[in-house]
């Protein structure tokens, strides 16, 4: 037997590998807020995200701000929606955003949405632009937008959050006390016609559909929420035990394609390891539920998927903070934990591509002092960090079930990091092991978690949040 020399012997004690593992979920970022503003505020935001180790940014496309003709019923005359050189596109703000992420050495991604300018309605005599949408029309935008970015960007999300009437309209008819889920047949339509319209003109295109937001209501109507599986099953025409439905507006029933599926798992005040109470919500604990049904209407030929299980890319999710939202906020230490939480348990599940922060700075107070938009932020309006931010670049776990801890270094700058443990009733930290990050800056170490005992790692000069084994 050939013996290790003294070096390697020393190596061997100090450094743990862990067991090989897919590597996890790139870390994004959205804000359009700040990015789409441009000028300082964006420079300073995309280089900080930068510096932070996030790797991919969202940005809108959106519609109405670059299309001409915004409250016109009709078309400008001579405009080529297609064509991203037609005279009346104003591109300045998306360009901007596009360039800052690339140069910063990001991955820019885009969400090709409306609502678009009022004539690019089917019906534009009720003054709505999201209602119905015209697909010839969206598939000419969304072609544009792809011949100009398709050198920068490979990914986009045919828009967004479709079960949002804010979003798309309408989202049900109701007569004589019953009810038709409409929207996710208008958005099949749109996908339909804007998913071979991207890859035509940028080949090596990955288009994801989706987006939905991870909750909805039971109240149908025109400008009601859907639930997210609900709005699934209508847009692959299935009922509740997926068989399929073939009358009304699914008599013609055609497959929606797609490359992948977006989401927004946001809890809102629940936990991101408990799943919410309805079946046909989904949180980041119940995303089982997008997986499976997702696998299901592939399986039944109701969902054209380019793979076979449909990989999921969260490119929102975040929680509100108190404060400055007295209603739909969380403490700043309840922030802080939950997106650690929150990023281990994304980790987990091996479909999760992507897991974007969104917010990056809180929305403004609106007139009145109410607040609009979403204080997500890690930081607030005024540009002061929240706790969360410090802990953003080392996020760490403790999994007493799993006999685990786990964390990721975003910034790509530690290939090791060195886990400490302080007994209980002990004034001073231990090395406990030292471990390996993956090319994605993850690690998992499994050990025994000794009861009230607490844990933290280090890496690069940097120091994760301290957690206690109850």
């Known amino acids: 037997m050939r013996r290790l020399s003294p070096l390697l012997l020393l190596l061997a004690c100090l450094v743990f590998v862990p067991a090989a593992r897919a590597a996890g979920p790139q870390v994004g970022m959205a804000d359009d807020r700040i990015l789409l503003g441009g000028g300082p505020a964006a420079d300073r935001a995309v280089a900080d995200w930068e510096a932070l180790g996030v790797q991919q940014v969202r940005i809108y496309a959106l519609w109405s701000r670059i299309a001409p003709g915004k409250r016109s019923k009709t078309r400008p005359k001579g405009f080529n929606g ?13 360009d901007g955003a596009v360039n800052r992420v690339a140069a910063a050495g990001m991955k820019p991604f885009l969400t090709v949405t409306g609502p678009g300018p009022l004539w690019t309605s089917r019906y534009p005599r009720k003054k709505r632009p999201g209602y119905y949408p015209s697909p010839t029309a969206y ?7 792809a011949l100009r970015y398709g050198d920068r960007v490979d990914r986009y999300i045919l828009w967004n959050e479709p079960n949002l009437a804010a979003w798309l309209s309408p989202q049900a008819k109701c007569a004589h006390h019953r009810c038709t889920v409409v929207g996710a047949h208008v958005y099949r339509s749109l996908v339909r016609a804007a998913y071979p319209a991207v890859h035509k003109a940028d080949k090596g295109a990955q288009v994801l559909i989706g987006a939905t937001s991870s909750r909805g209501s039971d109240l149908h109507s025109a ?19 997926f068989k399929r439905l073939r009358t009304g507006l699914c008599k013609h029933f055609k497959a929606a394609p797609a490359d992948g599926y977006a989401y927004h798992p946001h809890g809102v005040l629940t936990a991101p390891d408990k799943p919410f109470s309805n079946r046909d919500d989904a949180d980041l604990a119940s995303l089982g539920r997008v997986e499976s049904t997702l696998d299901r209407l592939e399986a039944h030929g109701r969902l054209k998927g380019a793979t076979r299980r449909l990989g999921l890319y969260i490119d929102e999710y975040g929680y509100q903070t108190n404060p400055p939202d007295k209603i739909a906020g969380v403490s700043l230490a309840t922030q802080d934990k939950w997106l650690q939480t929150g990023a281990y348990i994304a980790w987990r599940d091996k479909r999760v591509k992507l897991f ?16 609009g938009g979403w204080q997500s932020g890690l930081l607030y309006a005024n540009g002061k960090a929240k706790p969360a931010l410090e802990h953003f670049p080392t996020p760490f776990a403790l999994d007493p079930a799993r006999k685990r801890l786990w964390g990721q270094v975003r910034r790509h700058d ?48 940097a120091t994760s949040s301290t957690l206690r084994r109850r």
């Open 414 to 461: 530690s290939p090791t990091v060195t886990v400490e443990r302080k007994l209980k009733g002990a004034k001073a930290w231990r090395a406990l092991r030292t471990v390996r990050t993956d090319g994605q800056g993850y690690w998992s170490l499994r050990a025994s978690l000794a009861k009230g005992a607490s844990y933290r790692y280090v890496a690069s000069g």
């Open 139 to 145: 598939a000419a935008f969304a072609r544009a937008v």
């Open 82 to 94: 297609a064509n991203p050189n037609s005279p009346g596109y104003d591109w300045a703000a998306l």
């Open 356 to 371: 974007s922060q969104y917010l990056w700075r809180d929305d403004p107070v609106t007139h009145g002092g109410l607040y």
């Open 223 to 241: 400008s009601s929420t859907e639930r997210p599986l609900v709005f699934l099953r209508a847009l692959g025409c299935v009922d509740t035990s």
